[in-house]
T-cell receptor
Framework: KNEVEQSPQNLTAQEGEFITINCSYS?????LHWLQQHPGGGIVSLFM???GKKKHGRLIATINIQEKHSSLHITASHPRDSAVYIC???????????????FGQGTILTVHP | DAGVIQSPRHEVTEMGQEVTLRCKPI?????LFWYRQTMMRGLELLIY????????DSGMPEDRFSAKMPNASFSTLKIQPSEPRDSAVYFC????????????FGPGTRLLVL
């Protein structure tokens, strides 16, 4: 079992729909990242959170440390939101493992006009 | 700031050749990370440096891979000899802190080994 599991793996939506991508992890973490990778390949960091909720524009990220679960929400989705969304956790293990990022497999989002 | 700079952006080479990927982190960042992304395995951490010193290289696939950081503004990832299974996108990222700060990714180097 992977340490970081994302669902769904593929998601297709119509423009305007509310979208949720989920991330579950099995290790102790100090932080969780949501990354966006566009078809051109560039990776952009959307959020880094260790508790609660963060909002940036139409994007909302939440995390529940007790349940080891995070969600990324997109309100009023748009075709330009089409990308791969990747969840990554930062280990809180000691020694050289501290700070390492472990990645989920990504969720491919396609938003149709 | 120009962000993390990687070169080349694309590399096509033949099996057995030496490949060198280069990275310039954001000025002032003292952590540098090398990642590999493939369809099969997704993103994987290969190695990371703190203040130019390699801290954890447990993700480096095998001895054919080596990474150096001779100074705070430059790092290389070398593959010698290269093999077709090394074909991937290699990302470099930098951050101010290993534990609590955002990592900034470079544009990646797309490597194809024939």
């Amino acid at each position: 079992k992977n340490e970081v599991e994302q669902s769904p793996q593929n998601l297709t939506a119509q423009e305007g729909e509310f979208i949720t991508i989920n991330c579950s992890y099995s290790v102790g973490i100090s932080a969780l990242h949501w990354l966006q990778q566009h078809p051109g390949g560039g990776i952009v960091s959307l959020f880094m959170l260790s508790s609660g909720k963060k909002k940036h524009g139409r994007l909302i990220a939440t995390i529940n440390i007790q349940e080891k679960h995070s969600s990324l929400h997109i309100t009023a989705s748009h075709p330009r939101d089409s990308a791969v969304y990747i969840c990554a956790v930062r280990s809180n293990a000691g020694g050289t493992s501290y700070g390492k990022l472990t990645f989920g497999q990504g969720t491919i989002l396609t938003v149709h006009p | 700031d120009a962000g993390v700079i990687q070169s080349p952006r694309h590399e096509v080479t033949e099996m057995g050749q030496e490949v060198t990927l280069r990275c310039k982190p954001i000025s002032g960042h003292d952590y540098l990370f090398w990642y590999r992304q493939t369809m099969m395995r997704g993103l994987e951490l290969l190695i990371y440096f703190n203040n130019n010193v390699p801290i954890d290289d447990s993700g480096m696939p095998e001895d054919r891979f080596s990474a150096k950081m001779p100074n705070a503004s430059f790092s290389t990832l070398k593959i010698q000899p290269s093999e077709p299974r090394d074909s991937a996108v290699y990302f470099c990222a930098s951050s101010l802190d290993r534990g609590s700060k955002t990592q900034y990714f470079g544009p990646g180097t797309r490597l194809l080994v024939l």
